[in-house]
């Protein structure tokens, strides 16, 4: 079976500053990782996803993760936050051919004027 | 593409009530997922339905719960003699076929007060 561990359940980050998120996976089976945004009031948005090739895999506003299959993680990373970052992460996994996503608990990132 | 839609987004209800949900996916996603969110938690998968057909459901999904996606478009999600501990958002989701199926994207959900 899969499971999700987002060991932070908050994080707090001052406007500017990096930011890394972290998410560790367990499965037997290969995989593929998503990483879903939910800002206040609103629902669950895709932000990024790893299904294969490059292990590097960017958003379109400045989030990358790196998969890292012999540590099990997909760590979420931003250089330079800003305040409309302020939202809730989830990540998840899918097994191949499977239908339903694992999520983790989640991930409260605050930005910090 | 005008995303996946849910009605009502907030629903209060007085324990043993029945309650209906709908969910409109993505247009041309022929796969529609049922999740459950309660506070502080990630989702969790309820169901799954490619086209009409019903075919995967969870151990979360007791018998007051029942699904359905008649014509392969919507679908809804019923809850019958409503107890406190379904309060929570119950989000939908829909992906495509073929390589990107197991892209889920999510509508705003359904939060559900059992009073």
């Known amino acids: 079976a899969q499971s999700v561990t987002q060991l932070d359940s908050q994080v707090p980050v001052f406007e500017e500053a990096p930011v890394e998120l972290r998410c560790n996976y367990s499965?037997?089976?290969?995989?593929?990782l998503f990483w879903y945004v939910q800002y206040p009031n609103q629902g669950l948005q895709l932000l990024l996803k790893?299904?294969?090739?490059?292990?590097l895999v960017e958003s379109i506003n400045g989030f990358e993760a790196e998969f890292n299959k012999s540590q099990t993680s997909f760590h979420l990373r931003k250089p330079s936050v800003h305040i409309s970052d302020t939202a809730e992460y989830f990540c998840?996994?899918?097994?191949?051919?499977?239908?339903?996503?694992?999520f983790g608990t989640g991930t409260r990132l605050t930005v910090i004027p | 593409d005008t995303g996946v839609s849910q009605n009502p987004r907030h629903k209060i209800t007085k324990r043993g009530q029945n309650v209906t949900f709908r969910c409109d996916p993505i247009?041309?996603?022929?796969?529609l997922y049922w999740y459950r969110q309660t506070l502080g938690q990630g989702p969790e998968f309820l169901t799954y339905?490619?086209?009409?057909?019903?075919?995967?459901k969870s151990r979360l999904l007791s018998d007051r719960f029942s699904a359905e996606r008649p014509k392969g478009s919507f679908s809804t999600l019923e809850i019958q003699r409503t107890e406190q501990g379904d309060s929570a958002m119950y989000l939908c989701?829909?992906?495509?076929?073929?390589?990107?199926?197991?892209?889920?994207?999510f509508g705003p959900g359904t939060r559900l007060t059992v009073t």
């Open positions: 989701a829909s992906s495509p076929l073929g390589t990107r199926s197991s892209e889920q994207y």
């Open positions: 499965s037997s089976v290969s995989v593929y």
């Open positions: 790893y299904l294969s090739g490059s292990t």
């Open positions: 998840a996994v899918i097994r191949g051919g499977a239908n339903n996503l694992f």
């Open positions: 247009s041309e996603h022929n796969r």
């Open positions: 339905f490619q086209n009409e057909a019903q075919l995967e």
